[in-house]
């Protein structure tokens, strides 16, 4: 039994599989964080945009009036 624990401690072959699952994990955290910024920084821009242009812009007239 004492065997099985020292060789069970002393394997490291999963230890890959579950730093590459954290790093995959963080990776996908910051990717999610910064898509979300870049979406919020997006829309204000947009909503400045058309915040600025919205009295430049000219309704056609209704045909037949």
Not at 30 to 49: E, H, P, W
Request: charged content about 15%; glycine content about 8%; overall charge negative.
């Amino acid at each position: 039994m004492e065997k099985l624990l020292a060789r069970f401690v002393r394997e490291e072959e999963g230890q890959d599989l579950v730093e590459y699952a954290f790093l995959i994990v963080f990776i996908a955290l910051v990717v999610a964080v910064g898509l979300n910024t870049f979406g919020v920084n997006l829309r204000t821009f947009y909503q400045n945009l058309s915040t600025a242009v919205g009295p430049a812009v000219v309704q056609p007239p209704v045909p037949g009036s």
